[in-house]
């Protein structure tokens, strides 16, 4: 069943065609990872599909509805999430404020009930908090509640952004290099969380990643980008043994 | 040293997070609710520029220390509540089908400034959308510039540089707009303020402005609309500015475009940024700092020697040197070294001093800005 579908998505910046004319599916409870060199686009994709950036040809459609050219803050409403390539956490906040901001687009108090703090506002920001906490004890964060995120290190911020994506309820996470900057112990880790993403919580994976041991124990299929064209498509393994993508990561 | 046991949520959502707050400004408002019996006249009226000042304070705290967006225009802010407080309870509303114009009660026309006030900061909010940083803090100076010339030319309202008498605020037989009335006004305005701060700023709005102060891209992934966001943001800081206007029009009892320079948006950047950026107490040690340096340096004065003394510009130096020795040695400001001394006593005799040591952030170079 088809999930989320790109066709045809191109962008140009000036003359540089960073993403040109790819053509995905992601089925439900999948897996799908994108890989390729440096600059091959996948970042691209990325910014694509959250609707930073204007595609300049090509469709998205998502649970059935087109969403080529929803405004970028209603994308995580729709169920999308995402995390980033260079952690982008809200530095002056705790890791709770963090994870509340992740609530914000299932919040529906008005301006004026929240100024004068009402009974109603009390009841859904104690809600929030419990679904936070779900997270919360997901993640194994309990003990950095209340710690700034500027006073954490890197490996546990990347565990912050993963559960800030994961209080949007999303149904489709979309993971930017989830192991980059992490040690051994950590990726392991990762791996589990992203196994149990997918399997416990039922949500569906897009993610980048370089780490071929983290791809290949994860992902069901993967799709390689080069120069913003796709390359090869299929298992990891049927990908890692394609003479194209050989050539396109050694060179020759 | 205090352990605090939490026992469910509601305790990270209350203002007074254990009995320590209670007590502590509890006595707080013990000591501002005597003070006026205790002072002569001057000195009350000088406490209530200084409520007033943090008012202001707080009100483009909430834009710069929360939001993150630079305003070199709170003046303009500040003026146009201001006149408009002088003008509605003065010669009052009048439109060409009026016979009589209207003057406004002082409980009618005191929200109607800051209204205003919020109604300009939408004006100026919205074409500044695209603005960040540098850029922005030049839109907004430009704007307080017009705004200025407006109070110069515009005549038939404002008489210009002759000047507007502000009326007093006659309520029963009691003169609202001076001694221990105004006073309490001013307090109650500021109290106000502040807990409808505290309100925002522990509720999603709240949360969504100092996410975007963090992070605008992924703010905006989480689902915040920034435009909505800052907009709303650009509205409350010129409204709450516009309060402090209102009230700072019946302090000086006469209006001049040379109350609303562009200094007075300096001095309110200062306040923010000497009291601690981020912090609603940093409003008020900003107001504090900014009313008492100058008159600290005048009784400084006496104690110099002569010829340092008489030397035209020692004051200006001087409020230099210590705003730039601030900065560099107290970046979170007055806020910041309140928080290190509370710690000190806090952590008594374990305090380390790299407690509070800064840390290098991690380099950013996937912002799309």
């Given at each position: 069943m088809t999930f989320f579908k790109a066709e045809n998505l191109a962008i140009n910046f000036g003359g540089v065609k960073a993403v040109d004319g790819v053509n995905f599916e992601i089925n439900k409870g999948e897996c799908f990872t994108i890989i390729g060199p440096n600059g091959a686009g996948k970042t691209t994709i990325f910014n694509l599909i959250s609707r930073i950036y204007d595609s300049t040809d090509g469709s998205m459609e998502f649970d059935g509805q087109?969403?080529?050219?929803?405004?970028?803050?209603e994308i995580a409403g729709l169920g999308i999430a995402r995390t980033f390539q260079n952690i982008e956490l809200f530095e002056h906040a705790s890791v709770l404020q963090n994870l509340l901001v992740g609530r914000h687009c299932h919040s529906k108090t008005s301006l004026f009930a929240e100024t004068l703090f009402l009974p109603s506002v009390r009841k859904a920001e104690l809600a929030h908090r419990e679904k936070v906490e779900e997270i919360i004890d997901f993640l194994d964060l309990q003990h950095y509640r209340d710690s700034l995120i500027m006073n954490l290190p890197y490996g546990v911020r990347k565990v912050v952004e993963l559960g800030r994506a994961l209080c949007t309820e999303p149904k489709l996470i979309l993971l930017d290099e989830p192991s980059s900057g992490l040690n051994v112990e950590e990726t392991r880790d990762m791996a589990f969380w992203i196994e149990d993403i997918k399997r416990d919580l039922g949500i569906t994976v897009l993610m980048v990643e370089h780490d071929m041991g983290l791809v290949s124990e994860v992902s069901d299929r993967v799709l390689v980008l080069n120069y913003g064209r796709m390359l090869a498509h299929g298992s990891p393994q049927e990908v890692q043994n394609d003479p194209e993508v050989i050539k396109a990561y050694l060179g020759g | 040293m205090r352990f605090l046991f939490k026992t469910e949520y509601d305790q990270d959502i209350r203002i007074a997070k254990h009995s320590g707050y209670v007590w502590s400004y509890g006595a707080l408002l013990i000591v501002v609710i005597v003070a006026p019996f205790l002072f002569d006249e001057y000195y009350v009226g000088q406490l209530t520029h200084l409520y007033i000042m943090a008012i202001a304070g707080v009100g483009l705290m909430l834009l710069s220390?929360?939001?993150?967006l630079i305003s070199l225009g709170h003046a303009a802010f500040f003026g146009i509540g201001a006149y408009t407080e002088a003008v509605l309870t003065g010669k009052g509303l009048s439109l060409p089908f009026m016979e009589e114009p209207i003057v406004f009660s002082f409980f009618l026309s005191f929200p109607l400034a800051g209204i205003l006030a919020g109604i300009a900061g939408i004006a100026i909010g919205i074409p500044a959308l695209r603005l960040v940083g540098i850029y922005l803090a030049m839109a907004t100076f430009a704007f307080a510039i017009i705004i200025e010339e407006v109070f110069s030319r515009w005549e038939s309202v404002t008489n210009g540089y002759t000047g507007l008498i502000v009326e007093a605020i006659e309520f029963g037989d009691m003169?609202?707009?001076?001694?221990r009335p105004f006073y309490f006004l001013s307090l109650a305005v500021l109290i106000a303020v502040i807990l409808f701060s505290l309100n925002l700023l522990r509720s999603p709005t709240g949360r969504a402005m100092m996410a975007i102060r963090d992070s605008e891209i992924s703010a905006q992934s989480m689902g915040i609309n920034l435009a909505r966001t800052k907009t709303t943001a650009f509205a409350l800081s010129a409204g709450i500015t516009g309060l402090a206007g209102a009230l700072f029009a019946h302090k000086l009892g006469f209006l001049s475009p040379e109350s609303f320079t562009v200094l007075q948006s300096l001095e309110l950047l200062v306040l923010v940024v000497v009291g601690g950026i981020g912090s609603l107490h940093g409003a008020v040690f900003g107001a504090i700092f900014v009313l008492s340096l100058p008159q600290g340096l005048a009784i400084l004065k006496d104690y110099l020697p002569v010829q340092i003394a008489e030397t035209p510009g020692v004051e200006p130096l001087l409020f230099g040197l210590i705003l730039v020795w601030l900065i560099i040695f107290e970046p979170f400001g007055i806020y910041g070294r309140w928080l290190k001394i509370k710690h000190y006593f806090q952590m008594f005799p374990l305090y380390k001093k790299s407690t509070f040591k800064r840390q290098k952030s991690y380099m950013k170079s996937e912002r799309l800005r």
């Amino acid at each position: 069943m088809t999930f989320f579908k790109a066709e045809n998505l191109a962008i140009n910046f000036g003359g540089v065609k960073a993403v040109d004319g790819v053509n995905f599916e992601i089925n439900k409870g999948e897996c799908f990872t994108i890989i390729g060199p440096n600059g091959a686009g996948k970042t691209t994709i990325f910014n694509l599909i959250s609707r930073i950036y204007d595609s300049t040809d090509g469709s998205m459609e998502f649970d059935g509805q087109d969403i080529t050219n929803v405004p970028p803050h209603e994308i995580a409403g729709l169920g999308i999430a995402r995390t980033f390539q260079n952690i982008e956490l809200f530095e002056h906040a705790s890791v709770l404020q963090n994870l509340l901001v992740g609530r914000h687009c299932h919040s529906k108090t008005s301006l004026f009930a929240e100024t004068l703090f009402l009974p109603s506002v009390r009841k859904a920001e104690l809600a929030h908090r419990e679904k936070v906490e779900e997270i919360i004890d997901f993640l194994d964060l309990q003990h950095y509640r209340d710690s700034l995120i500027m006073n954490l290190p890197y490996g546990v911020r990347k565990v912050v952004e993963l559960g800030r994506a994961l209080c949007t309820e999303p149904k489709l996470i979309l993971l930017d290099e989830p192991s980059s900057g992490l040690n051994v112990e950590e990726t392991r880790d990762m791996a589990f969380w992203i196994e149990d993403i997918k399997r416990d919580l039922g949500i569906t994976v897009l993610m980048v990643e370089h780490d071929m041991g983290l791809v290949s124990e994860v992902s069901d299929r993967v799709l390689v980008l080069n120069y913003g064209r796709m390359l090869a498509h299929g298992s990891p393994q049927e990908v890692q043994n394609d003479p194209e993508v050989i050539k396109a990561y050694l060179g020759g | 040293m205090r352990f605090l046991f939490k026992t469910e949520y509601d305790q990270d959502i209350r203002i007074a997070k254990h009995s320590g707050y209670v007590w502590s400004y509890g006595a707080l408002l013990i000591v501002v609710i005597v003070a006026p019996f205790l002072f002569d006249e001057y000195y009350v009226g000088q406490l209530t520029h200084l409520y007033i000042m943090a008012i202001a304070g707080v009100g483009l705290m909430l834009l710069s220390g929360y939001t993150g967006l630079i305003s070199l225009g709170h003046a303009a802010f500040f003026g146009i509540g201001a006149y408009t407080e002088a003008v509605l309870t003065g010669k009052g509303l009048s439109l060409p089908f009026m016979e009589e114009p209207i003057v406004f009660s002082f409980f009618l026309s005191f929200p109607l400034a800051g209204i205003l006030a919020g109604i300009a900061g939408i004006a100026i909010g919205i074409p500044a959308l695209r603005l960040v940083g540098i850029y922005l803090a030049m839109a907004t100076f430009a704007f307080a510039i017009i705004i200025e010339e407006v109070f110069s030319r515009w005549e038939s309202v404002t008489n210009g540089y002759t000047g507007l008498i502000v009326e007093a605020i006659e309520f029963g037989d009691m003169d609202l707009t001076d001694g221990r009335p105004f006073y309490f006004l001013s307090l109650a305005v500021l109290i106000a303020v502040i807990l409808f701060s505290l309100n925002l700023l522990r509720s999603p709005t709240g949360r969504a402005m100092m996410a975007i102060r963090d992070s605008e891209i992924s703010a905006q992934s989480m689902g915040i609309n920034l435009a909505r966001t800052k907009t709303t943001a650009f509205a409350l800081s010129a409204g709450i500015t516009g309060l402090a206007g209102a009230l700072f029009a019946h302090k000086l009892g006469f209006l001049s475009p040379e109350s609303f320079t562009v200094l007075q948006s300096l001095e309110l950047l200062v306040l923010v940024v000497v009291g601690g950026i981020g912090s609603l107490h940093g409003a008020v040690f900003g107001a504090i700092f900014v009313l008492s340096l100058p008159q600290g340096l005048a009784i400084l004065k006496d104690y110099l020697p002569v010829q340092i003394a008489e030397t035209p510009g020692v004051e200006p130096l001087l409020f230099g040197l210590i705003l730039v020795w601030l900065i560099i040695f107290e970046p979170f400001g007055i806020y910041g070294r309140w928080l290190k001394i509370k710690h000190y006593f806090q952590m008594f005799p374990l305090y380390k001093k790299s407690t509070f040591k800064r840390q290098k952030s991690y380099m950013k170079s996937e912002r799309l800005r």
